[in-house]
């Protein structure tokens, strides 16, 4: 699991799902997706559904090419006026194989970022009639596309579909079984099928929204079914959420869709010696960090590998890994075990896994018990039945309040957690909340401490204009219920590491970044009367401000004590007298080698090696043994 560490680690074979991914984006470019958006006031704009999918396209390439290096983008456009395919693939009519899935390059985004600003669509056309366009077509080809591409064997295929069409299969019952063929085929290739639908006005979302041949595309059941009919799954993607009524709407779900759930094993859940169910463990939370980078030579820019050699520290020799014991100290003498003797030691511990220990009220989970970031683990049939049963002890937990305590195993880690309940449940956006446990990592009573504080301050210890400031004070610096705070605020490093990345790549202006945890200068100058008056209430200085006016600027480093750099003979021979070699210590390399060739001594080696060479000429100087045999010409 590359997105796990410590404890959340192991061998979780069972369940490594693929990192890499093959997203191929197909697009209606008939006539009504060319159609230019109202604004607020009705007047159009400059913007139609069509230039909205290619920024979601180049958007999605940007963050590909930057974040990973194995997955790959494909585009399509169907409802062109003219067919193009790659070799080796028939061609379709209306079809238009704009960019073959392939690994993301800057020439393709400039390419695709030309097309839409400089509205070059007449490369590919344009057609008006819906009912020439078979929409069975497009599917095959796309079969083709992931089929043929040898780079997708073994990645995640998805099929990322744009369109405001509410019947692509026209009124042609032919055409709609055609369609739901390859749709299967698809399913079977193990392409996922994720649409947008852009609407253009209300009465366009009801339609959409009503659309038949949607939900017999994605299997699900509409609101008027006959609730028997079990073709239809109703857990499916429901056809109102992919619904996009604005370009700011197909943005923010085209994010959301291709953000990948990075699970990295998976557990089981001993409820007994009898009763095990099977867990998937998903991260929540996965440090954005700038990437490490790699060496290049300088003559060839050819990557450079490293190679690492365990040398023995008396004889120089390579050691093999059979020769290499590992040892702890215990009581002042090394304790040495061998290979085999460690692996058994890991597998004493017991199996791997959660052992449910028992139930006690959620509150007494405190914030401090919490280690690292939890893991949620969401319910796997790899045993049948572990869904409906974990569904199920969420309820109970909910309903009673309750977590659950559990002994972890994973690995030779041992640790103590808690379960929290996660039901499923709805968000502000129409998502939908997976049912599952939080898993959360507790301290052994060994790490927690218990330091002695002082006893709490009574609120009669304070005065009433105290008090009063306080309750200001933190009104006043209430931050505002949209402020993106917790979970909200980017990166600053790493942003701008990849804004200057991909400006060199695409050869472009790098954009600016906002760094989101730098205080708001003109709100805090708002609630400046309420922070001095709390300061004054509690007798408190101001902090003394610098010629920028922050009293956050980092303070100046301690000035260097100044050294007396010797400049005569006597002066050396005083220096190394008085303070040994640690007054040698403190002068620059440099001058220890401006010493060292007056003398006609070494110069190699680290300043260690100078020092040590220095003092040992000068206490031979000093005992007077070869003082005149050693005089230089010239003074250093």
């Known amino acids: 699991g590359r997105d796990g560490d410590g404890e959340g680690e192991g061998d979780s074979r069972s369940h490594r799902p693929t990192d890499k991914e093959c997203v191929l984006f197909v697009v209606d470019a008939r006539a009504p997706m060319h159609v230019p958006r109202v604004d607020a006031e009705g007047q159009p704009t400059s913007e139609t559904p069509f230039t909205d999918a290619l920024s979601c396209v180049v958007a999605c390439m940007n963050e590909r090419i930057l974040k990973s290096d194995t997955d790959l983008i494909g585009l399509v456009l169907y409802g062109t006026a003219k067919a193009k395919t790659p070799e080796g693939i028939m061609p379709f009519p209306h079809t238009y194989v704009m960019i073959a899935p392939d690994l993301p390059s800057a020439t393709e985004i400039r390419e695709l970022q030309a097309v839409r600003d400089e509205r070059r669509f007449d490369e590919f056309g344009q057609i008006d009639d819906a009912s020439s366009s078979d929409f069975s077509n497009v599917l095959w080809l796309v079969l083709l596309l992931f089929s043929g591409c040898a780079a997708a064997k073994g990645a995640r295929k998805r099929l990322f579909l744009i369109t405001n069409d509410p019947k692509p299969c026209g009124s042609s019952e032919e055409v709609r079984a055609r369609v739901l063929g390859r749709c299967s085929d698809l399913r079977n290739g193990g392409v996922e099928l994720q649409p947008f639908f852009v609407s253009n006005s209300p009465s366009h979302t009801d339609e959409l929204r009503a659309a038949v041949d949607w939900h017999l595309i994605l299997q699900v059941r509409p609101v008027d079914a006959d609730a028997e009919d079990d073709d239809l799954d109703p857990a499916g993607v429901s056809v109102a959420s992919c619904i996009c009524d604005s370009e700011r709407a197909l943005f923010k779900r085209m994010q959301r869709t291709q953000h990948r759930k990075r699970s990295y094993g998976s557990v089981e859940l001993s409820i007994s010696d009898s009763h095990v169910l099977s867990l998937k463990m998903v991260t929540l939370v996965k440090p954005f960090v700038k990437p490490s980078a790699t060496k290049l030579h300088a003559a060839t820019n050819e990557p450079l590998t490293r190679e690492r050699t365990v040398l023995c520290k008396v004889h120089g020799s390579v050691l093999q890994e059979s020769d290499i014991f590992k040892a702890w100290e215990f009581g002042g003498s090394m304790v040495y075990f061998e290979p085999y003797e460690l692996k058994h030691l890991k597998s004493d511990i017991g199996e791997d896994g959660l052992r449910l220990l028992g139930f006690k009220p959620a509150e007494r989970l405190k914030p401090y018990h919490n280690l690292r970031a939890a893991t949620f683990l969401e319910p796997s049939e790899l045993r049948p039945g572990s869904t409906t049963a974990v569904e199920a002890l969420v309820t109970a937990m909910v309903r009673r309040d309750r977590m659950a305590i559990c002994s972890l195993r994973r690995g030779s880690s041992l640790r103590m957690a808690a379960l929290l309940p996660q039901p499923r449940q709805l968000d502000a956006d129409g998502v939908s909340m997976a049912c599952g446990l939080h898993l959360v990592y507790l301290p052994w009573a060994d790490e927690l401490r218990s330091p002695e504080l002082p006893p709490p301050l009574a609120e009669d210890d304070h005065s009433a204009e105290q008090l009063d400031a306080t309750r200001v004070v933190c009104s006043a610096l209430t931050l505002p219920e949209q402020t993106p705070l917790l979970g909200g605020v980017n990166n600053p490093a790493a942003h701008r590491h990849f804004a200057v990345t991909q400006a060199v790549v695409l050869g472009t ?50 000035a260097r004590a100044e050294v007396q750099v010797p400049t005569s003979d006597s002066e050396w021979i005083s220096l190394y007298a008085s303070a040994k070699e640690a007054g040698l210590a403190s002068l620059t390399a440099p001058k220890l080698k401006e010493y060292c060739k007056a003398f006609s001594l070494g110069v190699s080696g680290k300043k260690d090696d100078l020092v040590t060479r220095v003092a040992q000429h000068l206490s031979e100087r000093a005992t007077g043994a070869g003082a005149e045999a050693g005089e230089p010409s010239a003074e250093p």
């Open 509 to 558: 202006e790098a954009e600016i970044t906002v760094d989101g945890t730098l205080p708001d200068a003109a709100w805090f100058a708002e609630a400046h009367p309420a922070v001095s008056r709390f300061l004054g209430a509690f007798e408190v200085a101001a902090a003394a401000t610098t010629s920028t006016g922050s009293s956050h600027d980092r303070p100046a480093k301690r």
